[in-house]
């Protein structure tokens, strides 16, 4: 079992759509949840990260972290054609040797006008 | 501020042949990290520095080389390039361990190996 499991897609919706994107995880020791947009040919930049448990929100976008569950999720409200990239969710942990981020394998949105 | 540039853009090599992929950061940033993306695969940790002088392997090291002289810079060595080396690398930098989990990373180098 790897350590981030994240469905590659793609997925497409139409313009204005709400976006769940989602990762599981089995490292319980993970504590800083991630998600990474990567347009085509560019490098990842970070969108939003949370700690722990809980939600946090930034414009459309709002993260979840369920930990119980070992589930993250990604939302996008209102969706736009130029939210059309791969999203990577990372996590790491808050100690020892595990603070280097852990990839997913990122998945392909496609917003269609 | 530039951020982490990497050169070259694009690379095409024979198999067996060497080269370097160069990476500045101009952040200040003490860790800097090298991942290889395969298409659908997310990205691979190849050698990771917490500050000059100090490299450490990741995940998937074999064939490659790291050094860290400065803070500033972290190239990348490939000895005796094969075809499963044809990936596209990025490098990243993140300020120290705490924030580890923001790194910036590059506009990445594309190489084919054949």
């Known amino acids: 079992q790897k350590e981030v499991e994240q469905d590659p897609g793609p997925l497409s919706v139409p313009e204005g759509a709400i976006v769940s994107l989602n990762c599981t995880y089995s490292?319980?020791?993970?504590?800083?949840f991630m998600w990474y947009r990567q347009y085509s040919r560019k490098g990842p930049e970070l969108l939003m990260y949370?700690?722990?448990?809980g939600n946090k929100e930034d414009g459309r976008f709002t993260a979840q972290v369920d930990k119980s569950s070992k589930y993250i999720s990604l939302f996008i409200r209102d969706s736009q054609p130029s939210d059309s990239a791969t999203y990577l969710c990372?996590?790491?942990?808050?100690?020892?040797?595990?603070?280097?981020?852990?990839f997913g394998r990122g998945t392909s949105l496609i917003v269609h006008p | 501020n530039a951020g982490v540039t990497q050169t070259p853009k694009f690379r095409i090599l024979k198999i067996g042949q060497s080269m370097t992929l160069q990476c500045a950061q101009d952040?200040?940033?003490?860790?800097m990290y090298w991942y290889r993306q395969d298409p659908g695969m997310g990205l691979k940790l190849i050698y990771y520095?917490?500050?000059?002088?100090?490299?450490d392997k990741g995940e998937v090291p074999n064939g490659y080389n790291v050094s860290r002289s400065t803070t500033e810079d972290f190239p990348l060595r490939l000895e005796l390039a094969a075809p499963s080396q044809t990936s596209v690398y990025f490098c990243?930098?993140?300020?120290?361990?705490?924030?580890?989990?923001?790194?910036?990373f590059g506009p990445g180098t594309r190489l084919t190996v054949t």
């Open positions: 990243a930098s993140s300020r120290d361990r705490g924030v580890s989990y923001e790194q910036y």
């Open positions: 952040m200040n940033h003490n860790y």
């Open positions: 949370t700690y722990s448990s």
């Open positions: 520095s917490v500050g000059a002088g100090i490299t």
């Open positions: 990372a996590m790491s942990g808050a100690s020892g040797g595990s603070y280097i981020p852990t």
């Open positions: 490292n319980s020791a993970f504590q800083y």
